[in-house]
């Protein structure tokens, strides 16, 4: 089982919708958990950061992470075309041995349609 | 120049050629991070320095080679690439190596084609 599973996409939406991005991992331990957008032709950049279970707002921007279900999300409200780009899950135990390095998701691929 | 820059941006070079990438953090930050990208794949961690000391080594084969010459500026020295080594080839930093609770920031990559 790999430790970060994510939908590659592409997942088209109209501009306006509600759009849901998720990721399920394995690995208990994770209690930092990351969303990074990155476009084309350009490196990552860390769009949401939460610690443990709960919410996290900012924004259109909404992070959700279900630690009993291994589960978390990202929602983006009022999706606009500028919010088109590819989005990477990623976790950490938070620790500082090797054993604790950032893990990724594949990314999904997100188009918003004008 | 702010951020997290890297050279050259495109790349292409042949199996028996050696080239080399360049990465720049004007962040202050004392780790610094390779990372490859590849089609439908995770990014892959490749090397990890800390105050200019090699603490990850991510089994990655020998013919790249890490270079850290101050906790600025980091390299990837490459040389007989193999084809399956084409990929968008990322440069990161963080303020410590502790990998949560750390903001990584990358630089924009360098897309890497070996012939």
């Known amino acids: 089982q790999k430790e970060v599973e994510q939908d590659p996409g592409p997942l088209s939406v109209p501009e306006g919708a509600i759009v849901s991005l998720n990721c399920t991992y394995s690995?208990?331990?994770?209690?930092?958990f990351m969303w990074y957008r990155q476009y084309s032709r350009k490196g990552p950049e860390l769009l949401m950061y939460?610690?443990?279970?709960g919410n996290k707002e900012d924004g259109r921007f909404t992070a959700q992470v279900d630690k009993s279900s291994k589960y978390i999300s990202l929602f983006i409200r009022d999706s606009q075309p500028s919010d088109s780009a590819t989005y990477l899950c990623?976790?950490?135990?938070?620790?500082?041995?090797?054993?604790?390095?950032?893990?990724f998701g594949k990314g999904t691929r997100l188009h918003i349609l004008p | 120049e702010t951020g997290v820059t890297q050279t050259p941006r495109h790349l292409v070079m042949g199996m028996t050629n050696k080239k080399s990438l360049k990465c720049e953090q004007h962040?202050?930050?004392?780790?610094m991070y390779w990372y490859k990208q590849s089609a439908k794949k995770p990014l892959e961690l490749m090397f990890v320095?800390?105050?200019?000391?090699?603490?990850e080594n991510n089994s990655v084969p020998s013919r790249f080679s890490p270079e850290c010459p101050n906790s600025s500026h980091l390299f990837l020295h490459l040389h007989t690439l193999q084809p399956e080594d084409s990929a968008l080839y990322l440069c990161?930093?963080?303020?410590?190596?502790?990998?949560?609770?750390?903001?990584?920031?990358f630089g924009p990559g360098t897309r890497l084609l070996v012939l």
């Open positions: 320095y800390s105050l200019e000391e090699r603490v």
């Open positions: 990161a930093s963080s303020q410590t190596t502790r990998w949560g609770g750390e903001t990584q920031y």
């Open positions: 690995n208990s331990a994770f209690q930092y």
């Open positions: 939460t610690y443990s279970s």
């Open positions: 962040l202050g930050h004392n780790a």
């Open positions: 990623a976790m950490s135990t938070g620790g500082m041995n090797r054993d604790d390095k950032i893990i």
